[in-house]
T-cell receptor
Framework: DGGITQSPKYLFRKEGQNVTLSCEQN?????MYWYRQDPGQGLRLIYY???????QKGDIAEGYSVSREKKESFPLTVTSAQKNPTAFYLC??????????????FGPGTRLTVT | QQQVKQSPQSLIVQKGGISIINCAYE??????FPWYQQFPGKGPALLIA?????SEKKEGRFTISFNKSAKQFSLHIMDSQPGDSATYFC????????????FGKGTKLSVKP
């Protein structure tokens, strides 16, 4: 059963704590993405990775960090430097290549609440 | 120039009616225009996509109309059903963007029975 899994579905943290959101895919996709979704704001790109051990900042990377040590995994850390971390976080993946862009497949999301 | 402007923010349609959502862009380098459907608490899923070499694409009850000269594209949902109630996002991308999508802010569609 192929797809993208994100865990946990709901996450609660105290202000000042770093938190890591998990994203795993078994679609054999090279590219992976992290988005943040706020009400009425659409989806905004945080980080993306086209290949293992390489990643690029998106539009709103400040206060976030990522790693891409394995093709299947692209964890996102929300650091204490992120001013307003409460949001719905979505991970996506796609194939990549010269004929890009390709369809992005999304995970079910993690809702993070920081108090 | 990188924005995609989507309207309306919300839309209420009677069952069996036509739902129309519009998007406009400025960047003429955009060459891929997908629409995503998102149900509450779920991730978005690709509904239908178009490239600018065609003016219309139809898949079942869903049609994208594309007007290259006006830099606009729209989603039409024919015979709208209560199960279509969801938030719809348009997006755009260019070949040189490594597949990165620019999303509109979304339209919340409610189809009344």
């Amino acid at each position: 059963d192929g797809g993208i899994t994100q865990s946990p579905k709901y996450l609660f943290r105290k202000e000042g704590q770093n938190v890591t959101l998990s994203c795993e895919q078994n679609l054999n996709h090279d590219a992976m993405y992290w988005y943040r979704q706020d009400p009425g704001q659409g989806l905004r790109l945080i980080y993306y990775s086209q290949i293992v051990n390489d990643f690029q900042k998106g539009d709103i990377a400040e206060g976030y960090s990522v790693s891409r040590e394995k093709k299947e995994s692209f964890p996102l850390t929300v650091t204490s430097a992120q001013k307003n971390p409460t949001a719905f976080y979505l991970c996506a993946s796609s194939t990549s290549g010269v004929a890009a862009p390709y369809e992005q497949y999304f995970g079910p999301g993690t809702r993070l609440t920081v108090t | 120039q990188q924005q995609v402007k989507q309207s309306p923010q919300s839309l209420i349609v009677q069952k069996g009616g036509i739902s129309i959502i519009n998007c406009a862009y400025e960047n003429t380098a955009f060459d891929y225009f997908p629409w995503y459907q998102q149900f509450p608490g779920k991730g978005p899923a690709l509904l239908i996509a178009i490239r600018p070499d065609v003016s219309e694409k139809k898949e079942g009850r869903f049609t994208i109309s594309f007007n290259k000269s006006a830099k606009q594209f729209s989603l039409h949902i024919m015979d709208s059903q209560p199960g279509d109630s969801a938030t719809y996002f348009c997006a755009a991308s260019t070949k040189g963007s490594q597949g990165n999508l620019i999303f509109g802010k979304g339209t919340k569609l409610s189809v009344k029975p």
